[in-house]
Protein backbone atom coordinates (compact mmCIF):
# COMPACT_ATOMS: atom_id res chain seq x y z
CA UNK A 1 0.00 0.00 0.00
CA UNK A 2 1.10 3.58 -1.07
CA UNK A 3 1.47 6.18 1.58
CA UNK A 4 -0.95 8.18 -0.37
CA UNK A 5 -3.77 4.53 -0.17
CA UNK A 6 -2.74 4.24 3.74
CA UNK A 7 -3.51 8.08 4.08
CA UNK A 8 -7.10 7.41 2.45
CA UNK A 9 -7.59 4.40 4.70
CA UNK A 10 -7.22 6.15 7.46
CA UNK A 11 -9.20 9.21 6.74
CA UNK A 12 -12.04 6.29 5.40
CA UNK A 13 -11.57 4.91 9.34
CA UNK A 14 -12.00 8.48 10.84
CA UNK A 15 -14.57 9.88 8.59
CA UNK A 16 -16.83 6.43 9.51
CA UNK A 17 -15.89 7.15 13.18
CA UNK A 18 -17.06 10.76 13.00
CA UNK A 19 -20.37 9.62 11.54
CA UNK A 20 -21.26 7.51 14.79
CA UNK A 21 -24.15 5.75 14.40
CA UNK A 22 -25.18 7.09 10.62
CA UNK A 23 -26.85 10.31 8.98
CA UNK A 24 -30.20 8.60 10.01
CA UNK A 25 -29.51 8.68 13.92
CA UNK A 26 -27.89 11.89 14.15
CA UNK A 27 -31.16 13.47 12.60
CA UNK A 28 -33.04 12.00 14.82
CA UNK A 29 -30.87 13.62 17.63
CA UNK A 30 -31.05 16.96 16.03
CA UNK A 31 -35.07 16.55 16.04
CA UNK A 32 -34.80 15.78 19.99
CA UNK A 33 -33.21 19.06 20.27
CA UNK A 34 -30.13 17.30 20.94
CA UNK A 35 -26.28 17.89 20.16
CA UNK A 36 -24.01 15.13 18.65
CA UNK A 37 -21.33 14.06 20.77
CA UNK A 38 -18.60 16.12 18.33
CA UNK A 39 -21.16 19.10 18.25
CA UNK A 40 -21.27 18.85 21.96
CA UNK A 41 -17.67 18.72 22.53
CA UNK A 42 -17.31 21.45 19.83
CA UNK A 43 -19.02 23.84 22.02
CA UNK A 44 -17.37 22.97 25.52
CA UNK A 45 -13.90 22.84 24.52
CA UNK A 46 -11.33 26.18 23.15
CA UNK A 47 -11.91 25.96 18.90
CA UNK A 48 -9.69 23.21 17.66
CA UNK A 49 -8.00 22.53 21.19
CA UNK A 50 -9.40 18.50 20.80
CA UNK A 51 -7.07 15.63 20.76
CA UNK A 52 -9.57 12.43 20.70
CA UNK A 53 -8.54 9.53 22.05
CA UNK A 54 -9.48 5.72 20.53
CA UNK A 55 -11.48 6.91 17.54
CA UNK A 56 -10.63 3.71 15.74
CA UNK A 57 -11.37 1.60 19.00
CA UNK A 58 -14.16 -1.41 18.16
CA UNK A 59 -15.24 -4.58 18.37
CA UNK A 60 -18.88 -4.96 18.12
CA UNK A 61 -20.51 -5.78 14.99
CA UNK A 62 -24.41 -5.53 14.79
CA UNK A 63 -25.56 -6.93 11.71
CA UNK A 64 -22.38 -6.74 9.79
CA UNK A 65 -21.89 -2.52 10.55
CA UNK A 66 -18.45 -1.91 12.13
CA UNK A 67 -18.70 1.45 14.81
CA UNK A 68 -15.37 2.83 15.16
CA UNK A 69 -14.96 4.61 18.24
CA UNK A 70 -17.86 2.60 19.83
CA UNK A 71 -20.72 4.72 21.67
CA UNK A 72 -18.36 7.35 23.20
CA UNK A 73 -16.01 9.49 22.12
CA UNK A 74 -12.70 10.38 24.47
CA UNK A 75 -9.97 12.75 24.45
CA UNK A 76 -8.68 15.86 26.01
CA UNK A 77 -8.40 19.77 25.16
CA UNK A 78 -8.81 22.98 26.85
CA UNK A 79 -11.51 25.19 28.11
CA UNK A 80 -11.05 28.59 28.51
CA UNK A 81 -7.08 27.51 27.88
CA UNK A 82 -7.00 24.76 30.49
CA UNK A 83 -6.66 21.37 29.96
CA UNK A 84 -9.31 19.16 30.75
CA UNK A 85 -10.57 15.50 29.67
CA UNK A 86 -13.63 14.78 28.51
CA UNK A 87 -16.00 11.78 27.45
CA UNK A 88 -18.90 12.43 25.35
CA UNK A 89 -21.41 9.37 24.98
CA UNK A 90 -22.88 8.87 21.14
CA UNK A 91 -26.45 8.06 21.76
CA UNK A 92 -26.79 7.35 18.29
CA UNK A 93 -24.67 4.13 18.33
CA UNK A 94 -26.53 1.20 20.36
CA UNK A 95 -28.17 4.28 22.28
CA UNK A 96 -24.99 5.97 24.02
CA UNK A 97 -25.38 2.22 26.28
CA UNK A 98 -21.45 1.11 27.59
CA UNK A 99 -20.20 -2.05 26.30
CA UNK A 100 -16.90 -3.81 26.92
CA UNK A 101 -15.16 -0.58 24.58
CA UNK A 102 -16.84 1.84 25.91
CA UNK A 103 -15.99 1.14 29.27
CA UNK A 104 -12.33 1.01 28.70
CA UNK A 105 -12.65 4.42 26.50
CA UNK A 106 -13.74 6.22 29.72
CA UNK A 107 -11.67 4.31 31.90
CA UNK A 108 -8.49 5.19 30.11
CA UNK A 109 -10.02 8.49 30.13
CA UNK A 110 -10.15 8.45 33.57
CA UNK A 111 -6.60 7.31 34.25
CA UNK A 112 -5.31 9.81 32.17
CA UNK A 113 -6.88 12.65 34.16
CA UNK A 114 -6.30 11.33 37.52
CA UNK A 115 -2.18 11.05 36.73
CA UNK A 116 -2.12 14.49 35.07
CA UNK A 117 -3.91 16.07 37.83
CA UNK A 118 -7.14 17.37 35.05
CA UNK A 119 -10.54 17.63 35.01
CA UNK A 120 -12.95 15.03 34.10
CA UNK A 121 -16.21 16.27 32.38
CA UNK A 122 -18.54 13.74 31.01
CA UNK A 123 -21.00 14.27 28.54
CA UNK A 124 -23.49 11.76 29.43
CA UNK A 125 -26.41 10.52 27.20
CA UNK A 126 -26.82 6.80 27.57
CA UNK A 127 -29.37 3.77 27.94
CA UNK A 128 -26.99 2.45 30.51
CA UNK A 129 -25.39 -1.12 30.22
CA UNK A 130 -25.47 -2.97 26.98
CA UNK A 131 -27.70 -5.60 27.21
CA UNK A 132 -26.70 -7.73 24.36
CA UNK A 133 -22.98 -7.51 26.20
CA UNK A 134 -23.93 -8.93 29.18
CA UNK A 135 -21.58 -9.10 32.01
CA UNK A 136 -18.96 -6.85 29.71
CA UNK A 137 -20.86 -4.63 30.02
CA UNK A 138 -21.69 -4.45 33.91
CA UNK A 139 -17.90 -4.75 34.36
CA UNK A 140 -17.30 -2.01 32.50
CA UNK A 141 -19.76 0.47 34.54
CA UNK A 142 -17.42 -1.44 37.40
CA UNK A 143 -14.33 -0.29 36.63
CA UNK A 144 -15.76 3.42 36.13
CA UNK A 145 -17.25 3.29 39.40
CA UNK A 146 -13.64 2.15 40.86
CA UNK A 147 -11.89 4.96 38.82
CA UNK A 148 -14.89 7.68 40.29
CA UNK A 149 -14.27 6.68 43.80
CA UNK A 150 -10.41 6.87 43.31
CA UNK A 151 -10.42 10.38 41.48
CA UNK A 152 -13.18 11.99 44.09
CA UNK A 153 -11.20 14.36 45.89
CA UNK A 154 -8.46 14.18 43.35
CA UNK A 155 -10.01 15.80 40.34
CA UNK A 156 -13.18 17.45 40.16
CA UNK A 157 -15.58 15.47 38.27
CA UNK A 158 -18.50 16.73 36.46
CA UNK A 159 -21.70 15.34 34.72
CA UNK A 160 -23.48 16.81 32.24
CA UNK A 161 -26.58 14.50 31.62
CA UNK A 162 -27.89 15.58 27.87
CA UNK A 163 -30.04 12.46 27.28
CA UNK A 164 -32.02 10.06 28.46
CA UNK A 165 -29.51 8.59 31.21
CA UNK A 166 -30.43 4.87 32.88
CA UNK A 167 -28.61 2.65 35.21
CA UNK A 168 -25.02 3.11 35.26
CA UNK A 169 -25.08 5.91 33.37
CA UNK A 170 -27.01 7.75 36.09
CA UNK A 171 -24.82 6.05 38.98
CA UNK A 172 -21.37 7.38 37.40
CA UNK A 173 -22.25 11.01 37.79
CA UNK A 174 -24.00 10.31 41.44
CA UNK A 175 -20.48 9.73 42.45
CA UNK A 176 -18.99 12.80 41.16
CA UNK A 177 -18.89 16.28 42.45
CA UNK A 178 -21.68 17.76 40.44
CA UNK A 179 -24.32 16.89 38.13
CA UNK A 180 -25.94 19.09 35.17
CA UNK A 181 -29.31 18.80 33.58
CA UNK A 182 -31.00 19.83 30.50
CA UNK A 183 -34.74 20.48 30.91
CA UNK A 184 -36.82 18.42 28.90
CA UNK A 185 -33.98 17.02 26.73
CA UNK A 186 -32.66 15.23 29.75
CA UNK A 187 -34.16 12.44 32.38
CA UNK A 188 -31.77 10.50 34.95
CA UNK A 189 -33.31 7.01 36.36
CA UNK A 190 -32.34 3.54 37.02
CA UNK A 191 -33.93 2.04 34.70
CA UNK A 192 -37.28 3.68 32.36
CA UNK A 193 -40.97 3.82 32.47
CA UNK A 194 -41.30 0.54 30.15
CA UNK A 195 -39.39 -2.02 32.92
CA UNK A 196 -41.24 0.35 35.99
CA UNK A 197 -44.59 -0.71 34.41
CA UNK A 198 -43.88 -4.03 34.25
CA UNK A 199 -42.51 -4.26 37.60
CA UNK A 200 -44.92 -1.94 40.09
CA UNK A 201 -47.18 -1.62 37.83
CA UNK A 202 -46.43 2.38 38.08
CA UNK A 203 -47.42 4.31 34.81
CA UNK A 204 -45.00 7.23 34.61
CA UNK A 205 -43.04 9.40 32.04
CA UNK A 206 -39.57 9.80 31.35
CA UNK A 207 -39.41 13.37 32.30
CA UNK A 208 -41.69 13.17 35.20
CA UNK A 209 -39.32 10.05 36.62
CA UNK A 210 -36.14 11.55 36.07
CA UNK A 211 -36.23 14.87 34.11
CA UNK A 212 -34.38 17.76 35.49
CA UNK A 213 -37.31 19.50 37.50
CA UNK A 214 -38.06 16.36 39.63
CA UNK A 215 -33.97 15.85 39.88
CA UNK A 216 -32.76 19.52 40.62
CA UNK A 217 -35.88 20.35 43.61
CA UNK A 218 -37.87 16.97 44.39
CA UNK A 219 -34.26 14.77 44.58
CA UNK A 220 -31.39 16.48 44.97
CA UNK A 221 -29.84 14.38 42.51
CA UNK A 222 -28.80 17.00 40.15
CA UNK A 223 -27.23 20.43 40.97
CA UNK A 224 -27.77 22.47 38.06
CA UNK A 225 -30.83 22.79 35.67
CA UNK A 226 -30.43 24.89 32.53
CA UNK A 227 -32.86 25.44 29.50
CA UNK A 228 -30.67 24.18 26.26
CA UNK A 229 -27.84 22.60 26.10
CA UNK A 230 -25.69 25.36 24.70
CA UNK A 231 -25.91 27.38 28.26
CA UNK A 232 -25.74 24.37 29.78
CA UNK A 233 -22.11 23.54 28.92
CA UNK A 234 -21.77 27.50 29.30
CA UNK A 235 -22.70 26.81 32.85
CA UNK A 236 -19.65 24.32 32.93
CA UNK A 237 -17.20 26.40 32.31
CA UNK A 238 -18.55 28.84 34.11
CA UNK A 239 -18.37 26.37 37.64
CA UNK A 240 -14.69 25.63 36.49
CA UNK A 241 -13.93 29.34 36.22
CA UNK A 242 -14.10 28.64 40.84
CA UNK A 243 -12.28 24.99 40.63
CA UNK A 244 -8.96 23.92 40.88
CA UNK A 245 -7.90 21.65 38.11
CA UNK A 246 -6.56 19.29 41.21
CA UNK A 247 -6.84 18.46 44.99
CA UNK A 248 -2.88 20.01 45.19
CA UNK A 249 -3.64 23.36 43.26
CA UNK A 250 -5.10 26.52 44.84
CA UNK A 251 -8.41 27.57 43.13
CA UNK A 252 -7.63 30.24 40.20
CA UNK A 253 -6.86 33.62 40.85
CA UNK A 254 -9.06 36.24 38.87
CA UNK A 255 -8.55 40.20 39.13
CA UNK A 256 -12.05 41.35 39.70
CA UNK A 257 -11.75 44.79 40.08
CA UNK A 258 -13.74 44.85 43.29
CA UNK A 259 -12.43 46.87 46.28
CA UNK A 260 -11.49 44.77 48.88
CA UNK A 261 -12.55 47.42 51.35
CA UNK A 262 -15.92 48.42 49.80
CA UNK A 263 -18.34 49.29 52.50
CA UNK A 264 -21.83 46.85 52.18
CA UNK A 265 -23.55 50.34 53.28
CA UNK A 266 -27.25 49.19 51.92
CA UNK A 267 -26.80 46.14 53.94
CA UNK A 268 -28.57 47.52 57.02
CA UNK A 269 -31.65 48.01 54.65
CA UNK A 270 -31.78 44.49 53.56
CA UNK A 271 -31.87 42.36 57.14
CA UNK A 272 -34.37 43.35 59.42
CA UNK A 273 -33.47 43.84 62.86
CA UNK A 274 -36.27 41.33 64.11
CA UNK A 275 -35.88 37.89 64.32
CA UNK A 276 -38.20 36.37 62.75
CA UNK A 277 -39.14 38.88 59.91
CA UNK A 278 -38.15 37.19 56.23
CA UNK A 279 -35.23 38.60 54.35
CA UNK A 280 -33.36 37.07 51.09
CA UNK A 281 -29.77 36.11 52.57
CA UNK A 282 -28.52 36.43 48.36
CA UNK A 283 -28.94 40.03 48.65
CA UNK A 284 -26.38 40.04 51.48
CA UNK A 285 -23.96 37.08 49.67
CA UNK A 286 -24.31 39.14 46.57
CA UNK A 287 -23.21 42.11 48.60
CA UNK A 288 -19.96 40.21 49.97
CA UNK A 289 -18.74 38.57 47.12
CA UNK A 290 -16.45 40.02 44.04
CA UNK A 291 -19.26 42.25 41.75
CA UNK A 292 -22.21 40.70 43.21
CA UNK A 293 -21.09 36.96 40.80
CA UNK A 294 -22.47 34.20 42.86
CA UNK A 295 -22.84 30.98 41.37
CA UNK A 296 -25.45 29.27 43.27
CA UNK A 297 -25.71 25.00 43.74
CA UNK A 298 -28.82 23.24 43.98
CA UNK A 299 -30.62 26.41 43.93
CA UNK A 300 -33.84 24.60 44.09
CA UNK A 301 -33.09 21.69 46.63
CA UNK A 302 -33.61 22.40 50.45
CA UNK A 303 -34.15 26.51 49.72
CA UNK A 304 -33.76 26.77 53.36
CA UNK A 305 -29.75 27.14 52.86
CA UNK A 306 -27.99 28.40 50.33
CA UNK A 307 -24.47 27.33 49.38
CA UNK A 308 -22.40 28.41 46.28
CA UNK A 309 -19.34 29.69 45.04
CA UNK A 310 -18.19 33.43 44.69
CA UNK A 311 -14.57 35.05 44.81
CA UNK A 312 -13.81 37.78 47.77
CA UNK A 313 -10.62 39.56 47.03
CA UNK A 314 -10.19 37.68 43.51
CA UNK A 315 -10.09 34.22 45.14
CA UNK A 316 -12.64 31.54 45.33
CA UNK A 317 -14.75 31.14 48.25
CA UNK A 318 -17.97 28.67 48.96
CA UNK A 319 -20.68 30.54 50.62
CA UNK A 320 -22.87 28.39 52.78
CA UNK A 321 -26.00 30.91 54.46
CA UNK A 322 -29.11 29.80 56.18
CA UNK A 323 -32.10 31.18 54.35
CA UNK A 324 -34.55 32.96 55.97
CA UNK A 325 -36.73 33.43 53.35
CA UNK A 326 -37.76 29.29 53.64
CA UNK A 327 -38.99 27.50 56.52
CA UNK A 328 -37.45 30.42 58.65
CA UNK A 329 -33.82 29.09 57.23
CA UNK A 330 -34.38 26.05 59.90
CA UNK A 331 -31.90 23.04 59.05
CA UNK A 332 -33.94 19.51 58.36
CA UNK A 333 -32.69 16.66 56.48
CA UNK A 334 -31.97 18.00 53.27
CA UNK A 335 -30.69 21.51 53.74
CA UNK A 336 -28.35 19.43 56.63
CA UNK A 337 -27.49 16.97 53.75
CA UNK A 338 -26.99 20.05 50.63
CA UNK A 339 -24.90 21.79 52.89
CA UNK A 340 -22.33 19.27 53.86
CA UNK A 341 -22.17 17.50 50.52
CA UNK A 342 -20.94 21.20 49.67
CA UNK A 343 -18.68 21.64 52.22
CA UNK A 344 -17.33 18.29 51.59
CA UNK A 345 -16.50 19.51 47.76
CA UNK A 346 -14.57 22.81 48.99
CA UNK A 347 -12.67 21.07 51.82
CA UNK A 348 -11.56 18.53 48.65
CA UNK A 349 -10.16 21.00 46.61
CA UNK A 350 -8.80 24.28 48.73
CA UNK A 351 -12.03 26.04 48.46
CA UNK A 352 -12.18 28.51 51.96
CA UNK A 353 -16.06 28.40 53.53
CA UNK A 354 -17.45 31.33 54.59
CA UNK A 355 -20.70 30.69 56.55
CA UNK A 356 -23.03 33.34 56.90
CA UNK A 357 -25.31 32.04 59.93
CA UNK A 358 -29.35 32.96 60.89
CA UNK A 359 -30.31 29.96 61.88
CA UNK A 360 -33.86 29.29 64.34
CA UNK A 361 -32.26 25.55 65.18
CA UNK A 362 -32.69 22.07 63.65
CA UNK A 363 -36.33 21.44 62.46
CA UNK A 364 -38.19 19.48 65.36
CA UNK A 365 -41.09 16.96 64.50
CA UNK A 366 -42.08 13.08 63.72
CA UNK A 367 -41.37 12.89 60.10
CA UNK A 368 -38.00 14.83 60.69
CA UNK A 369 -37.25 12.53 63.65
CA UNK A 370 -38.36 8.95 60.99
CA UNK A 371 -36.45 10.09 58.07
CA UNK A 372 -32.96 10.60 60.10
CA UNK A 373 -32.61 14.19 61.19
CA UNK A 374 -29.96 12.85 63.96
CA UNK A 375 -28.05 11.26 61.29
CA UNK A 376 -28.49 14.31 58.79
CA UNK A 377 -27.86 16.60 61.21
CA UNK A 378 -24.63 15.10 62.06
CA UNK A 379 -23.23 14.96 58.34
CA UNK A 380 -23.17 18.76 58.61
CA UNK A 381 -21.54 18.69 61.92
CA UNK A 382 -18.73 16.03 60.44
CA UNK A 383 -18.43 18.08 57.01
CA UNK A 384 -17.66 21.56 59.07
CA UNK A 385 -15.38 20.18 61.64
CA UNK A 386 -13.62 17.71 59.27
CA UNK A 387 -12.71 20.41 57.07
CA UNK A 388 -9.37 21.69 57.49
CA UNK A 389 -9.79 24.96 54.42
CA UNK A 390 -10.16 27.94 56.23
CA UNK A 391 -13.04 28.31 57.98
CA UNK A 392 -15.00 32.52 58.54
CA UNK A 393 -18.19 32.75 59.65
CA UNK A 394 -20.13 35.43 60.47
CA UNK A 395 -23.64 35.31 62.81
CA UNK A 396 -26.22 37.98 61.08
CA UNK A 397 -28.87 37.72 63.47
CA UNK A 398 -30.04 34.70 65.43
CA UNK A 399 -27.81 30.83 66.05
CA UNK A 400 -29.88 28.57 68.16
CA UNK A 401 -28.96 25.75 69.67
CA UNK A 402 -27.16 22.76 67.90
CA UNK A 403 -27.56 25.11 64.54
CA UNK A 404 -25.40 27.50 66.25
CA UNK A 405 -22.87 24.55 67.01
CA UNK A 406 -23.47 22.99 63.43
CA UNK A 407 -22.95 26.47 61.32
CA UNK A 408 -19.47 26.49 61.19
CA UNK A 409 -19.24 27.57 64.44
CA UNK A 410 -15.19 27.94 66.73
CA UNK A 411 -16.27 24.71 68.55
CA UNK A 412 -16.11 22.58 64.90
CA UNK A 413 -12.94 24.57 64.17
CA UNK A 414 -13.83 27.87 62.29
CA UNK A 415 -10.53 30.16 62.03
CA UNK A 416 -12.32 33.39 62.45
CA UNK A 417 -15.71 33.86 63.84
CA UNK A 418 -17.68 37.24 64.29
CA UNK A 419 -21.08 38.54 64.98
CA UNK A 420 -23.15 41.27 63.80
CA UNK A 421 -24.78 43.31 67.28
CA UNK A 422 -28.12 41.82 65.78
CA UNK A 423 -26.80 38.25 66.87
CA UNK A 424 -28.70 36.33 69.51
CA UNK A 425 -26.71 33.42 70.08
CA UNK A 426 -28.83 31.40 72.50
CA UNK A 427 -29.80 26.88 73.35
CA UNK A 428 -33.19 28.64 72.17
CA UNK A 429 -35.42 31.66 71.44
CA UNK A 430 -37.16 33.32 74.54
CA UNK A 431 -40.65 32.92 73.47
CA UNK A 432 -39.70 29.14 74.06
CA UNK A 433 -37.34 29.05 76.96
CA UNK A 434 -39.61 30.53 78.88
CA UNK A 435 -41.92 27.77 78.45
CA UNK A 436 -39.38 25.38 80.20
CA UNK A 437 -37.27 27.62 82.71
CA UNK A 438 -39.72 29.64 83.89
CA UNK A 439 -42.97 27.94 83.58
CA UNK A 440 -43.80 27.71 87.05
CA UNK A 441 -43.53 31.23 87.71
CA UNK A 442 -46.02 32.06 84.86
CA UNK A 443 -48.39 29.55 86.21
CA UNK A 444 -48.31 30.86 89.32
CA UNK A 445 -48.31 34.92 88.32
CA UNK A 446 -51.57 36.77 88.92
CA UNK A 447 -51.24 37.64 85.28
CA UNK A 448 -49.39 34.78 83.56
CA UNK A 449 -49.44 36.33 80.11
CA UNK A 450 -47.66 39.91 81.70
CA UNK A 451 -44.99 37.12 83.74
CA UNK A 452 -44.63 35.50 80.40
CA UNK A 453 -43.53 39.03 78.59
CA UNK A 454 -41.43 39.90 81.44
CA UNK A 455 -39.40 36.93 81.10
CA UNK A 456 -38.76 37.18 77.70
CA UNK A 457 -37.73 40.42 77.79
CA UNK A 458 -35.77 39.25 80.53
CA UNK A 459 -34.34 36.46 78.70
CA UNK A 460 -33.48 39.12 75.55
CA UNK A 461 -31.45 40.82 78.03
CA UNK A 462 -29.46 38.54 79.50
CA UNK A 463 -28.60 36.03 77.32
CA UNK A 464 -30.30 36.77 73.42
CA UNK A 465 -27.15 38.87 72.13
CA UNK A 466 -23.37 38.19 71.16
CA UNK A 467 -21.56 39.63 73.96
CA UNK A 468 -21.53 36.56 76.23
CA UNK A 469 -19.80 34.37 72.88
CA UNK A 470 -18.18 37.30 72.65
CA UNK A 471 -16.54 37.51 76.00
CA UNK A 472 -15.77 33.98 75.92
CA UNK A 473 -14.00 34.11 72.87
CA UNK A 474 -16.05 31.78 70.61
CA UNK A 475 -16.45 34.74 68.42
CA UNK A 476 -13.29 36.42 67.69
CA UNK A 477 -15.43 40.15 67.13
CA UNK A 478 -18.50 41.78 66.94
CA UNK A 479 -18.54 43.75 64.43
CA UNK A 480 -20.48 46.61 61.83
CA UNK A 481 -22.45 44.72 59.11
CA UNK A 482 -21.04 47.32 56.78
CA UNK A 483 -17.73 45.97 57.55
CA UNK A 484 -18.59 42.07 56.71
CA UNK A 485 -16.84 42.00 53.05
CA UNK A 486 -13.59 43.74 54.16
CA UNK A 487 -13.49 41.26 57.44
CA UNK A 488 -14.06 38.27 55.72
CA UNK A 489 -11.53 39.52 52.90
CA UNK A 490 -8.85 40.30 55.76
CA UNK A 491 -9.69 36.92 57.71
CA UNK A 492 -9.37 35.12 54.61
CA UNK A 493 -5.74 37.38 53.38
CA UNK A 494 -4.63 35.89 56.74
CA UNK A 495 -5.59 32.26 56.39
CA UNK A 496 -3.95 31.40 53.11
CA UNK A 497 -1.25 30.24 54.54
CA UNK A 498 -2.80 27.94 57.58
CA UNK A 499 -1.31 25.00 57.77
CA UNK A 500 -3.36 22.22 60.23
CA UNK A 501 -2.50 18.70 60.77
CA UNK A 502 -5.02 15.71 61.85
CA UNK A 503 -4.64 12.84 63.92
CA UNK A 504 -3.00 9.85 61.27
CA UNK A 505 -6.12 7.43 60.61
CA UNK A 506 -7.16 5.73 57.28
CA UNK A 507 -10.48 7.83 56.95
CA UNK A 508 -13.28 9.22 59.29
CA UNK A 509 -16.50 7.25 59.18
CA UNK A 510 -18.81 10.00 58.13
CA UNK A 511 -22.59 8.97 59.34
CA UNK A 512 -23.80 8.29 55.57
C1 LIG B 1 -28.49 -1.71 24.29
C2 LIG B 1 -29.86 0.10 24.02
C3 LIG B 1 -29.91 0.30 25.42
C4 LIG B 1 -29.19 -0.61 26.24
C5 LIG B 1 -31.09 1.82 24.48
N1 LIG B 1 -30.61 1.06 23.48
N2 LIG B 1 -30.70 1.37 25.66
N3 LIG B 1 -29.14 -0.89 23.47
N4 LIG B 1 -28.50 -1.60 25.63
N5 LIG B 1 -29.17 -0.48 27.56
C6 LIG B 1 -30.80 1.24 22.06
C7 LIG B 1 -32.23 0.93 21.58
O1 LIG B 1 -32.35 -0.44 21.32
C8 LIG B 1 -32.32 1.79 20.34
O2 LIG B 1 -31.66 1.13 19.28
C9 LIG B 1 -31.50 3.00 20.69
O3 LIG B 1 -30.64 2.61 21.75
C10 LIG B 1 -32.33 4.16 21.16
O4 LIG B 1 -33.18 3.71 22.21
P1 LIG B 1 -34.74 4.02 22.24
O5 LIG B 1 -35.36 3.13 23.26
O6 LIG B 1 -35.29 4.00 20.85
O7 LIG B 1 -34.72 5.53 22.73
P2 LIG B 1 -35.72 6.24 23.73
O8 LIG B 1 -37.14 5.94 23.35
O9 LIG B 1 -35.29 7.65 23.79
O10 LIG B 1 -35.49 5.58 25.15
C11 LIG B 1 -34.21 5.72 25.76
C12 LIG B 1 -34.22 4.87 27.04
C13 LIG B 1 -34.63 3.42 26.68
C14 LIG B 1 -35.20 5.47 28.06
C15 LIG B 1 -32.80 4.96 27.62
O11 LIG B 1 -33.87 2.98 25.57
C16 LIG B 1 -34.38 2.47 27.82
O12 LIG B 1 -35.21 2.40 28.75
N6 LIG B 1 -33.31 1.69 27.71
C17 LIG B 1 -32.97 0.71 28.72
C18 LIG B 1 -32.53 1.34 30.00
C19 LIG B 1 -32.00 0.35 30.96
O13 LIG B 1 -32.78 -0.28 31.72
N7 LIG B 1 -30.67 0.09 30.88
C20 LIG B 1 -29.97 -0.92 31.65
C21 LIG B 1 -29.57 -0.33 32.98
S1 LIG B 1 -28.75 -1.47 33.97
P3 LIG B 1 -32.09 1.33 17.74
O14 LIG B 1 -31.27 0.30 17.02
O15 LIG B 1 -33.56 1.07 17.69
O16 LIG B 1 -31.72 2.73 17.39
C22 LIG B 1 -27.24 -0.83 34.18
C23 LIG B 1 -26.41 -1.57 35.20
C24 LIG B 1 -25.15 -0.85 35.55
O17 LIG B 1 -26.84 0.11 33.57
C25 LIG B 1 -24.79 -1.01 36.98
C26 LIG B 1 -25.53 -0.04 37.87
C27 LIG B 1 -25.18 -0.12 39.34
Not at 96 to 118: E, N
Not at 293 to 306: G, L, Q, R
Not at 429 to 439: C, D, E, K, M, T
Request: glycine fraction near 10%.
Amino acid sequence: MTIEESLEKLQALKARAALGGGEERIEAQHQRGKLTARERIDALLDPGSFEEMDALAHDYEDDGVQYYGDAVVTGWGKMDGRTVCVFAQDFTVFGGSLGAVVGIKIAKLMDVATKTGVPVIGLNDSGGARIQEGVDALAGYGEIFFRNVQASGVIPQISVIMGPCAGGAVYSPALTDFIFMVEQTSQMFLTGPDVIASVTGEITTVEELGGAASHVSKSGVAHFSSPNETDCLEEVKRLLSYLPSNNMDDPPFEETGDPVDRRLDDVLNVVPGEADQQYDVRDVIERVVDNGEFMEVHEYFAPNIVCGLGRIAGHPVGVVANQPLYLAGVLDIDSSRKAARFVRFCDSFNIPIVTLVDVPGFLPGVSQEYGGIITHGAKLVYAYAAATVPKVTVILRKAFGGAYDAMGSKHLGADVNYAWPTAAIAVMAGSQAVNIIGRREIQAADDPEAERKRQIEDYRLRLEHPYIAAAEGYIDDVIDPRDTRVKIAHALEMLRTKSVSVPPKKHGNIPL
